[in-house]
Structure formats: C-alpha cells, structure tokens
C-alpha cells in the first residue's frame, strides 16, 4: 500500500449494537474497494476482522480490527468494533484514534442500546459522525420508522441523504438526495426517480439543502434569496456541516446482498474529515506541563499513542498505535515519554485483520503495529527524545463483574501469574488483584462474557486451565455483649510440665476500629515477660473465628489475672491458654457475623426506575436517595455485597443493557439472624469437608 499524505487518509470506527452488522458492513466495503477479492460471512467464520477463535466460535466481533482499503486515490483507514457492553473497552480505544464515526442502525430493530452507548462516546470526543440504516433487505425493514427513533434520539440535526428504493426483499436502490437520481441494481446504474417516490424525494432535498446552506455564511445567503444551489455548492455545504458536527448524515443499505454498499465509500472520501482537517490536537510537555498544539503534518515534532496491545504466543507482543505528528519509522530509536526510556522500533506493519504489510514508515494520521516493543503499553506515548510530548490517555470504563480464578492443576498454578499479567496488558478493562480477606485472586472486567472469554484465552494463548467461581463474600465476626473467660493451661509430663492460666475480659469495640489488647494485671501474677506471649496467642485466634471461621474485628480484650509457676510456666504456655481463653470469652459474649455492605450508585433511563427499585428491595437494600441527571435517574442504595455479586448481569437484563452501575466499599453491618444461620451451617459443612 502507498503513503497518503494527512489529507488524503480518512479514519473512521465503525460502531453499532452487538449483532446489527458492522462486521458485515466491513467485509463489503473491503470487497467493494477492491481490497478482498470475495466477501467473508460472519456465520462461516471467514471475515477479514472477527479473525481470533473466540469470535469466530461465538460469532460476534470481541475486539477491534484494523481494516485499511483505497477509494478514489484516498486511503479509508477503517475500525470494527465489538457492539456488545462487555467489550467496550475496544470501543473507547478505537473512538481516541479516529477523526470521525460510523453509527449503524439496524433497519428492523431501529435505536438499541449499543448504538446510544457508541453515540455517547462519540459526542463526547465531538466526533463528526454519519449514519447508516442497515440490513435494509431483512423482513420488517422500515427506514422511516428507524429514521424517526433516530432523531428522536439525536435530534433533527440528523440529516438523510439517501432515501430507499423498495424495502424488505423489494429492496433494489437508492436515491441520491444531492443529483436526485435513482441508482438502482448490482452496478447502481443511474436512472430517473420512480414517480411514486419523487414527492418524498424532493420534500427530503429540500431539508438536505437548508441544512447544507445553514452551514455555510454565501450558500445561506444564495439559499435565503431564492437561488437554486448547485449539486457541488451542497456538497460542499454538506462536508461542512458534518465537519463542524452540525449535521449528522443519514445513509442506506444492505450489506449481506452487498447492495448499496458503494455510496458509503463516496460519502467516507466526499463528507468526512481528513486528519489534516479533524483540528490539531493537543499534547502536553512532560516537564513544564505546558500545552503544545500538533498538526498532522510531517514537520511537526513525532506523536504517537499505542491505543491497543496484544499478546501473541508467535508473534510476541504487538503495539497497535496512531501517528498524530511526525513520522515515524521502522528500525528507528523512540522515546517512550510515560515510562521515561528508549524503545527500539523494528519493522512497522500496517494490519489489515490478523494480516500484517511491512511498510518504511508510517506519516501523520496513520495507524500501524509493531511487533516485540520492550517496555511500552497501551496509552504509552512514542516521541523524540530531545522533544517529549505527552497526549491525553484513553479512558476505559471501570470493572463492574467479578470472579474468584483457581489454577486447574498444580502446572497451571505455575504460569497462572504470568498469564493474567499479560492477560491486563491486553486489555486495560481487566484487573486482577487478591483480596485480602478471603486470600482469593479475583479477576475483574465488564461482564460475565468478558471474563470468560479472558479465560479461554488464557487457556488458547498461554496454556493455562482456570476454574472460575463467585467470589467468597469477606465475611467477619464480632462480639455484641461483654464477657470473662478463664482458662489454665497446665500439662505435666516428666521433666519439665506446663503451666500458663490466664483471665481475660472481651469487650465490643466501635465498627470498623479493629482489635486492641490492654492488661490491668495486679501484683505481677502473670509475670511481664509473659504478658507478650499472652497477647500473641490472642492474635493468633483472630484470623478464624468462633462461629463460622471468619476472621475477628472490632474486639478489645483485656488480661487482668492469672498465675504462673517459677519451673514450667512458658511463653508457648500462656500462648495457648490466651488461645483458648479467648475462643471461650468469644462464645459467651454474645457472637455475630458482620457482611460488607457496599455504596450501590444505579444510573438507569426514567422508565426503568421501579424496576430496579423493585429489585434493589429484593436485596435487602436501603435506597438513600433519588435525583435526576440529565435524562436518568441515580438511585443512591446501601446493599449487602452478597447480594450484588452478579448485578452487571442482573441490571442489565432489568434495563436491557441501558443502566449502569458503580459500586463501593461503604462499612460493615451485622446480618440478619435468619441470614447467619445459613452462612454458619454452610461453613461448618465446608469445613468439615476439608477436614
């Protein structure tokens, strides 16, 4: 493939809700640009973007691809996306490396939640975006309704310029809005609008023209004193308005029978901006902090952000990334400007799929890869070292879903922390940490599908067999009431005995203060030098505590007598009798379990309100409070974690994916009796199991 100069590359994502045909989309518009020499199907496992076994297994795209092709001497430099939530990260990714986005509707199920959530991203990185209603070809088709619920979404900036000819399996064309011809068959031939069609089309024309004029100061004036505009003069008009973001334009097609696919790539080349147009960016001195304004433009100083990671077992590590200034090139020196040390670059590829082309280099405004980078990840800067340069990193959407990950055998234990390390430098979504409490390692990513497809990847990539499972809940135990315990450790054998005998006194103390040990021991009847041994045994105790194993909290507990004996009193003497004191002090002051509870802030459209209120009641949660947001409601709940584990799931089938979540720590409170009995028994069988 050639070099384009900055004004002759378009960037575009392509994003859509899970299973509404982008992938397809991409696959056409490679064939119809000549880039494949025949169209791949999603079903058979055989296009150029959904390429790692998972997707082809599951049939939905899991990350994003690079589909580079030439249209018209430019070069579209397009990105697939994934459409389901949990995979967002992707989304978020390709959406910082791209100057402006496709959003496809799905002509049969109009607005779905994927689409709004991709809208969202794009509006907040003020991407100019088009539109496309696709699988126009499908049963129950209708672009006018799809239409309707789209500006009933985004506004009546929202802008056909196409409309349909036919519907459903009547589908066989378009009409061009701007020539006002109908292009209809395999080679959209150019003919006369079908009469029954030629009112909608020209009451369609003539919003396309105001909307054109309106983005430009003479087409307006023209526009405004009665003048006719010429088809270039709304072209121009039009590029305008989806530049400057005051138009969103509005395509049709279907991808499958690959008709109408064409006019897409004219559109791409005619409407969208070229990174020399998209505006300079903003990066930052890594010194002073000052701002510093980039053009894409070959002179300006280098700038280059890895968006994306992968680990491949062959290959070794790959750097997806974006040269916004500069040019960079293969078997050069860079500096990473986040980590502070020098890369060495060896050959650059530009990815078509998994397919990698060597190129020399890589000019303003190109994406790329290359292979084995020492030290650099996903959001690392690659700069000149005498001219560092920071950019803004992407950010990626939180964890929500979690689960606890075991090694399936003793040889799977051993690599299982290289594997979720690389497993986290893959995808910036996924984090994995051991909780202290329950000593389990925990993955965490954006949903149930998310982690397990992590997995079959630690298995497919680094050969290692996990067991998955919901996390422990943390539980722990302390006292309500006050208590003294005595106990006398005494054992006589020949030689020397045994002998510590202590008293101790547990009292509760404030949630969440912990444990403290104090001592009012009179006239020295534990001797000082045992004192410490007596506390150590007390501390022992606590990791596992009296009812149901859990560790112990919120307990001060007091020596305030005992005895000793000159010959066989001990340190290990007073250690086990504190032991046993303790866990007989525990019992009588009248022992509970405590639960995290956590502060469960719910984002969710109006309509979903009692829905989830009814749900949240179902958890044992105390709603604090309710406001508007915007055009959502925040529910504000204290919850028992036990009963949010698998709430990503869970909201998500309540709100039809369009609620979101965020979840913290809050405190820790008693359970309900009726819940403790429950949890203890289901310890002790557990325990007894082990045993």
Not at 62 to 81: A, H, M
Not at 219 to 232: A, I, V
Not at 560 to 582: C, I, N, R, T
Request: aromatic residues 6%; contains cysteine.
């Amino acid at each position: 493939m050639k070099n384009y100069s900055a004004d002759r590359i378009r960037n575009v994502g392509l994003f859509s809700h899970g299973g509404h045909g982008k992938t397809t989309l991409a696959e056409a518009l490679l064939y119809t640009g000549g880039a494949t020499t025949r169209m791949g199907r999603v079903e058979d496992g055989t296009t150029v973007s959904d390429y790692d076994p998972e997707e082809i297994r599951r049939h939905i795209s899991v990350q994003l691809s690079l589909l580079p092709l030439e249209w018209d001497g430019r070069k579209i430099n397009l990105i697939d996306t994934p459409g389901y939530a949990d995979f967002a990260g992707e989304v978020v990714a390709a959406m910082r490396v791209v100057d402006s986005a496709i959003i496809l509707f799905e002509a049969v199920s109009g607005v779905e939640v994927g689409a709004e959530n991709a809208w969202k991203y794009a509006a907040e990185r003020n991407l100019p975006r088009m539109i496309v209603i696709g699988k126009m070809d499908r049963e129950n088709a209708d672009f006018n309704r799809t239409l309707e619920q789209i500006r009933e979404h985004f506004g009546n900036r929202v802008v056909p310029i196409q409309l349909p000819i036919g519907s459903q399996e009547n589908f066989s064309g378009i009409i061009d809005l701007v020539s006002m011809k109908a292009l209809t068959g395999p080679n959209l031939t150019e003919s006369e609008i079908p009469a029954e069609l030629q009112a909608a089309a020209e009451s369609a024309r003539e919003q396309l023209i105001e909307a054109a004029a309106e983005s430009d100061d003479d087409l307006l004036n023209k526009y405004l004193e009665g003048n006719e505009l010429t088809d270039e003069e709304v072209r121009h008009g039009l590029r305008q308005g989806v530049v400057q973001r005051a138009l969103f334009p509005v395509l049709c097609a279907a991808a499958l029978p690959n008709k109408a696919v064409r006019p897409i790539l004219e559109a791409i080349v005619s409407y969208l901006p070229s990174p020399a147009e998209a505006g300079p960016i903003t990066a930052h001195d890594p010194q002073t902090n000052k701002p510093i304004e980039l053009k894409a433009t070959e002179d300006a100083p280098l700038s280059v952000l890895v968006f994306k990671s992968t680990a491949d077992p062959y290959v070794g590590k790959l750097s997806y990334f974006r040269v916004f200034s500069g040019v960079l090139h293969s078997d050069s020196h860079v500096w990473n400007s986040v980590r502070g040390h020098e890369e060495r670059l060896g050959q650059l590829f530009v990815m078509r799929g998994k397919n990698q082309e060597p190129v020399v280099q890589l000019g303003p405004g190109e994406l790329g890869a290359v292979a084995k980078l020492q030290d650099t990840g996903t959001n690392d800067v690659l700069c000149l070292r005498e001219r560092p340069l920071v950019l803004d990193p992407i950010k990626f959407p939180e964890p929500m879903f979690a689960m606890a990950v075991q090694p399936k055998t003793k040889a799977d234990l051993d690599k299982l922390g290289t594997a979720l390390g690389r497993l986290v430098e893959e995808d910036p979504t996924i984090r994995v940490h051991k909780d202290p409490d329950t000593g389990e390692t925990l993955i965490e990513g954006l949903g149930e599908s998310h982690i397990d497809i992590a997995a079959e990847r630690m298995h497919r990539k680094f050969g290692v067999d996990v067991v998955l499972s919901v996390p422990k809940v943390p539980f722990k135990e302390t006292i309500l009431g006050k208590s003294q315990a005595e106990y006398k450790h005494k054992k006589q054998t020949g030689g020397h005995g045994q002998y510590g005998h202590v008293f101790l006194e547990l009292e509760p103390l404030a949630r969440g203060t912990g444990f403290e040990f104090g001592e009012r021991v009179v006239g020295g009847a534990v001797p000082k030098n045992f004192i410490p041994a007596v506390e150590k045994g007390v501390r022992e105790s606590l990791p596992e505590g009296v009812l149901a194993g859990y560790p112990v909290v919120d307990v001060k507990v007091t020596l305030y007598d005992g005895s000793y004996h000159p010959v066989d009193s001990s340190e290990m003497a007073f250690k086990l009798a504190a032991s046993q004191a303790f866990r007989k002090g525990f019992e009588q002051a009248h022992p509970v379990l405590l639960e995290p509870i956590v502060e469960l802030t719910v984002r969710v459209p109006e309509q979903y309100v009692g829905d989830v209120m009814g749900d949240l009641n179902t958890r044992r949660a105390r709603v604090n409070g309710m406001y508007p947001d915007g055009d959502k409601s925040v529910i504000e709940a204290l919850v028992p974690l036990a009963e949010v584990q698998r709430y990503a799931t869970d909201l998500r089938s309540l709100t039809q994916g369009r609620g979101t979540f965020t979840m913290k720590f809050a405190q820790y409170e008693e359970v309900p009796a009726h819940i403790a009995q429950t949890i203890i028994a289901e310890a002790k069988k557990n325990h007894q199991a082990h045993d």
